[in-house]
């Protein structure tokens, strides 16, 4: 069964496709006011939209990095080999702390190299063999995660880790979607995700087309929630787990843990092997993006700022595996994440 298939069984939402030669991204920046899917030719525009929050989430990154290393080479001058890995490195760089991206452009890049003159094709096929697989795990890690969930109970997310942010039907709101249906969740509390929102235009417009309950509430008044309700479990997705179990993930994920320890909810990160990066030790070691200032002043009607006034605008942030219960993946559960048992989990990839 194909992807797009596939896909429409349990969700509508498709954040990345390929036809016609060209990588197809639905443009999130829009939602949910619109949809509109940008229609791009090259590596570099590939690039760009990643840059520019077109496509986020660190699963659906590296599917849309995977078909523009497709186009890098279509588009590279035969033999120049300068041409190609200029074109693979904007790609690399185009978001930092996502480790799908680097793992993605590795895999497709060596599956075009090993092809000889057939480079293109062996890529397009590899890129489209990476988004298949992924739809397949986040289907079995729905599975896993939800097996976890006594219920019904209610639950928290934050940001957005659904179809929109994977080939499709989500990490962490795959393991919701999954429970769901299960009869093991009946309300979902979403953060609104400042300053881009995610929590409100995303993963409230997925839940709600899903028909599953869900509640908005601002970021900082999770914590009053948490008080009032009792949520059984934060369950999110995550950007790079380090090699010791430590987290990246949005910015705000980290206070959310610490209020679920307090609260005595407990933590689920969801998140595909290729989001484990062994060569990162720790949490420190994970680079943090950092983005422009005018994202915090325009929301706050500011455009240009406040003359003496300084910003800083993390995008990620990181919870330390001592404040996680269990990471979900495609290779299993882990209970307790630590060193020992992230190798283990690798080794026997």
Same mark, same amino acid.
């Given at each position: ?20 030669d060209a990588c197809v991204l639905l443009d999130q920046r829009r939602l949910p006011a619109e949809e509109v899917f940008l229609k791009l030719e090259t590596s570099a525009a590939v690039a760009d939209a990643i840059a520019a929050m077109v496509v986020r989430g660190a699963p659906a990154i590296g599917i849309a990095a995977a078909y523009g290393v497709a186009l ?194 407990? !933590?689920?990160? %969801?998140? &595909?092997?290729?989001? $484990? /990066?062994?060569?990162?030790?720790? *949490?420190?070691? #994970? ?27 993390? !995008?990620?942030? %990181?919870? &330390?595996?001592?404040? $996680? /219960?269990?990471?979900?993946?495609? *290779?299993?559960? #882990? ?15």
């Amino acid at each position: 069964m194909s992807v797009e298939a596939t896909q429409q069984n349990w969700s509508p939402v498709q954040a990345v496709r390929w036809e016609d030669d060209a990588c197809v991204l639905l443009d999130q920046r829009r939602l949910p006011a619109e949809e509109v899917f940008l229609k791009l030719e090259t590596s570099a525009a590939v690039a760009d939209a990643i840059a520019a929050m077109v496509v986020r989430g660190a699963p659906a990154i590296g599917i849309a990095a995977a078909y523009g290393v497709a186009l890098a080479y279509r588009e590279s001058t035969p033999g120049d080999r300068f041409d190609l890995a200029s074109r693979l490195d904007v790609l690399r760089q185009a978001r930092p702390t996502a480790s799908n991206l680097v793992w993605a452009v590795r895999r497709v890049s060596a599956a075009a190299e090993a092809a000889g003159s057939e480079r293109y094709g062996a890529a397009v096929k590899e890129a489209r063999a990476i988004h298949a697989e992924d739809l397949a795990m986040n289907q079995a890690m729905g599975k896993l995660g939800a097996r976890l969930i006594e219920g019904p109970c209610k639950v928290v997310t934050h940001c957005n880790a659904g179809a929109l942010a994977t080939g499709g039907f989500g990490t962490a709101l795959g393991v919701i979607r999954q429970a769901w249906v299960e009869g093991r969740i009946d309300r979902v509390y979403a953060g609104e995700t400042r300053p881009w929102q995610q929590g409100s235009r995303l993963t409230c417009w997925e839940l709600a087309r899903d028909g599953i309950p869900v509640t908005l509430l601002a970021d900082s008044a999770m914590g009053q929630m948490f008080r009032r309700e009792h949520p059984a479990w934060l369950i999110t997705g995550a950007d790079r787990i380090a090699a010791n179990g430590d987290v990246a993930n949005k910015i705000g994920t980290y206070a959310l843990a610490v209020l679920a320890r307090h609260h005595g909810a407990r !933590v689920m990160i %969801v998140a &595909p092997r290729s989001t $484990i /990066d062994p060569e990162t030790p720790n *949490g420190d070691a #994970i680079p943090i993006e950092a983005r422009s200032a005018d994202e915090l002043w325009v929301l706050s009607g500011l455009p240009g700022g406040i003359d003496g006034a300084a910003v800083e605008n993390p !995008v990620f942030d %990181v919870t &330390p595996a001592g404040c $996680i /219960d269990v990471i979900v993946t495609d *290779g299993g559960v #882990i209970q307790d994440p630590d060193l020992e048992k992230i190798s283990a989990l690798m080794r026997d990839a």
